[in-house]
């Protein structure tokens, strides 16, 4: 009888609480996340909703709010429940609780309305968080605990062998057995977090943030889901490349000199939009997408990632129904089609032309947005098989970094690591055993010669 996914995932479960019954260290204190990066998952609304204040009693988060755009507190019109008292105002999220002298909040009266000041350590004994007329707003603590799985740090690279031994002994069956056992937990992991995204905000929008974290990937995918959630795909329409490349902060009232006629025009069609959607749309300095630009290949600049999400959004009545496993072929097609005049032959706006046209959405990033979201929302049983069956070629480096420290050079495991949901455990592996743990006392290896028996 073959395993079904779901014993696959429960097989990984039993596996994780056997590794962290009888470890000998709990996970090290992870490093603050980015400011930014810790208010766009509050946006998402991922975190947990019930919390304890530290003085104030216990307190819910109904609405998150608004994500502000302009100077002010970071999220206006949230509603929260404090020790049942439905209350509404702004909240304010800080590393520590005395950035908000540091910055001036409390002598400013645009913090006046803020009902929850959210702090990521814990505040000196004896703080309060008061506001211009000397109120006491609620301060809320949030632990590591609730916020660490999102981090990401990694073990020293001599201690990491440790696990080759017990699976340098393992058969390639009960390998890939494993890896599809974590495979398997990673996609339900993922699809949970997806369908909490769909009942937050409707599938349009939780599928279009989707499409733009794949577009970002691997650089920019939280400054382009930031995007995503700054400019909602219903209030695009026809105007969506002036509202997306101008909350980016892409456009500009003048380009240089030296670009081409071309540019110019194209440029001039969207600024004639954009002017007049700017107050509603351009975000304040301080709250700018963290684009990051250097690394990128020309191809991959993030001008150009926002321009294929833009004109990816007029095909979304036609995009929807196609995402499931059954019309992966359609839906391939169809991305693979969409073409710009003016983006098919530039890397940015002020860039000399291309020689040569290029694809705007490639093939790896259509296979990526499948492989992570639409495969794994899909749970008839035709999805798994076709999710096995996909292959990603070569190892990316972080994942070939992993493969390995686990395997070595094991021949017997190459063909293997080519399919994409070995490659999907490989990364889960590494978030919940190597990322997570002082490798000295880690209990994964002995788990392994479990596994293996």
Known sequence: ????????????????????????????????????????WWAAGVLPKEHSTLRNGAVRILDTGRWNRLPGPDFTHAEIELNGTRIRGDIEIDPCAQDWERHGHGANPEFNKVVLHVVLTPPPAGWFTRNSEHQNIPILYLPPETWQNRASHRADDDALPRCRQPLADMPAERIQNLLMAAAAYRMEHKRTLLRQRIAAVGEPQAWYEAWATTLGYSANKDAMLMLAMRAPIKELGAQSEAILLGTAGFLFPVLPENVGADARQYHRGVWDTWWMLREQYELAQERSLPWCKAPSRPLNHPQRRV?????????????????????????????????HPFWDTHYTLSSAPMKSRAALIGQPRIADFLINYVYV???????????????????????????????????????????????????????????????????FPAQLCQWAR
């Open 307 to 339: 321009a294929a999400l833009a004109a990816t959004t007029p095909l979304w009545p036609r995009i929807l129904p196609l995402l499931n496993a059954a019309d992966a072929a359609e839906l391939s097609h169809l991305l693979s089609s969409v073409s």
């Open 377 to 443: 929302n899909d749970e008839e049983p035709h999805a798994w098989e076709s999710y096995i069956r996909v292959k990603q070629g070569d190892l990316p480096t972080g994942i070939d970094r992993t493969a390995w420290h686990l395997f070595g050079d094991r021949a017997d495991l190459k063909s293997t690591l080519r399919c994409a949901y070995a490659q999907q455990a490989l990364l889960q592996i590494d978030a919940d055993f190597c990322a997570r743990n002082i490798c000295l006392e880690c209990a």
């Open 1 to 40: 009888m073959p395993i079904t996914r779901q014993h696959l995932v429960e097989q990984y479960r039993q596996l994780l609480a056997d590794v962290y019954a009888d470890c000998a260290a709990a996970p090290p204190h992870p490093e603050l996340p980015p400011e930014l990066q810790f208010q766009s």
